[in-house]
């Protein structure tokens, strides 16, 4: 069912560019997965002929958009328990746990937060377009723990994508890493991409990488790890753990990028020993979003939430204060 139809002209800066692209340009309240989502059920045409996502448009041509309501959700909802810190007509805030997944994709389907949210606001939130990240704004990793945004409806996630995008939403998280930062404080600004050796891991300087700076300032150094407040300025994949694995302190309890197993073969004795200490009191990569800033999409006004320490990283800070 057709809600509304828009017309639209391509002004000659827009021309080339794919039509969900151009779309999203042109329409403020919209996201560009709603547009690809249109264009591939037929609902976007360019001269009278209905075309797919990644036809190219060009200067001249007429483009109707049919504006219509959005196909049933295809992730289930389920009855998980969600610990939100805010909720209004517009937004979430969320406290994700250790252990998540954030959404559905292979290999877990079931169990996610957005299978949670769903449960919880039912169609409210299920009436944004995207069928498996429903009011997503930004993403935390399965291991990472803390705050994320989650907008109700779809204007907010577009207003709320668009804020990210220009850097006004602030997130800052927490980390244990190993060994002993060289500077109290510094920035990070090498490009991030997905490693041409293994595609399911991201590195630095690939040859298509995206630009990614992280700020960082430490908080309490133990000797053997650094406790350390970090801030993201981009939101890259795996970032955080990337750039700190770089540099040869990555995150403890970091499978993937250096931080358990791969870490322990650098030490020795009694360094060694603790080491196998904290990584059992560490069953994750010690990561958490703990601060997170950004204005809300009614009036732009700044909101600021917290999040206090895990339990699990609590324990190991506790612990190498012990030791130290």
Same mark, same amino acid.
């Given at each position: 069912?057709?809600?509304?139809?828009?017309?639209?002209?391509?002004?000659?800066?827009?021309?080339?560019?794919?039509?969900?692209?151009?779309?999203?340009?042109?329409?403020?309240?919209?996201?560009?997965?709603?547009?690809?989502?249109?264009?591939?059920?037929?609902?976007?045409?360019?001269?009278?002929?209905?075309?797919?996502?990644?036809?190219?448009?060009?200067?001249?041509?007429?483009?109707?958009?049919?504006?219509?309501?959005?196909?049933?959700?295809?992730?289930?909802?389920?009855?998980?328990?969600?610990?939100?810190?805010?909720?209004?007509?517009?937004?979430?805030?969320?406290?994700?746990?250790?252990?998540?997944?954030?959404?559905?994709?292979?290999?877990?389907?079931?169990?996610?937060?957005?299978?949670?949210?769903?449960?919880?606001?039912?169609?409210?939130?299920?009436?944004?377009?995207?069928?498996?990240?429903?009011?997503?704004?930004?993403?935390? *990793? +399965?291991? /990472?723990?803390?705050? &994320?945004?989650?907008?109700?409806?779809?204007? $907010? #996630?577009?207003?709320?994508?668009? %804020? !990210?995008?220009?850097?006004?939403?602030?997130r800052t998280y927490l980390a244990l890493v190993w060994?002993?930062?060289?500077?109290?404080?510094?920035?990070?600004?090498?490009?991030?991409?997905?490693?041409?050796?293994?595609?399911?891991?991201?590195t630095v300087y690939p040859r298509h990488g995206k630009?990614?700076?992280?700020?960082?300032?430490?908080?309490?150094?133990?000797?053997?790890?650094?406790?350390?407040?970090?801030?993201?300025?981009?939101?890259?994949?795996?970032?955080?753990?990337?750039?700190?694995?770089?540099?040869?302190?990555?995150?403890?309890?970091?499978?993937?990028?250096?931080?358990?197993?791969?870490?322990?073969?650098?030490?020795?004795?009694? *360094? +060694?020993? /603790?080491?196998?200490? &904290?990584?059992?009191?560490?069953?994750?990569? $010690? #990561?958490?979003?703990?601060?997170? %800033? !950004?204005?809300?999409?009614?009036?732009?006004?700044?909101?600021?939430?917290?999040?206090?320490?895990?339990?699990?990283?609590?324990?190991?800070?506790?612990?190498?204060?012990?030791?130290?």
């Amino acid at each position: 069912m057709t809600d509304h139809k828009l017309v639209l002209n391509v002004p000659e800066e827009l021309q080339d560019l794919r039509i969900d692209i151009f779309c999203s340009r042109k329409v403020a309240d919209r996201t560009r997965s709603y547009f690809t989502k249109l264009a591939s059920t037929g609902h976007i045409f360019v001269d009278g002929k209905c075309v797919k996502p990644s036809f190219k448009i060009r200067t001249g041509m007429r483009v109707e958009v049919e504006l219509v309501a959005p196909p049933p959700i295809e992730a289930v909802p389920e009855d998980i328990k969600l610990d939100i810190v805010h909720e209004d007509d517009r937004i979430v805030i969320v406290e994700k746990p250790a252990g998540m997944v954030v959404h559905p994709a292979a290999g877990n389907y079931e169990g996610t937060l957005v299978n949670a949210l769903l449960h919880h606001f039912g169609k409210q939130i299920g009436e944004i377009i995207d069928p498996v990240r429903p009011g997503l704004v930004h993403r935390l *990793d +399965k291991g /990472t723990s803390g705050l &994320l945004v989650v907008a109700k409806d779809e204007r $907010a #996630l577009a207003y709320l994508q668009k %804020e !990210l995008k220009d850097r006004r939403i602030k997130r800052t998280y927490l980390a244990l890493v190993w060994g002993d930062l060289a500077i109290d404080s510094g920035t990070i600004d090498l490009p991030v991409g997905r490693s041409e050796r293994d595609r399911k891991k991201m590195t630095v300087y690939p040859r298509h990488g995206k630009h990614a700076i992280t700020h960082y300032s430490v908080e309490k150094r133990f000797g053997l790890a650094t406790a350390a407040k970090i801030r993201l300025e981009t939101g890259r994949t795996h970032q955080i753990r990337v750039h700190m694995s770089h540099f040869g302190h990555p995150v403890v309890g970091d499978p993937v990028y250096g931080g358990r197993t791969t870490y322990l073969r650098r030490l020795t004795g009694k *360094d +060694k020993t /603790t080491a196998v200490a &904290l990584l059992g009191i560490l069953q994750r990569q $010690a #990561l958490h979003a703990a601060e997170l %800033e !950004l204005p809300h999409p009614d009036d732009g006004r700044v909101l600021k939430f917290n999040s206090k320490l895990p339990d699990d990283m609590g324990s190991a800070l506790q612990y190498l204060m012990r030791i130290i």
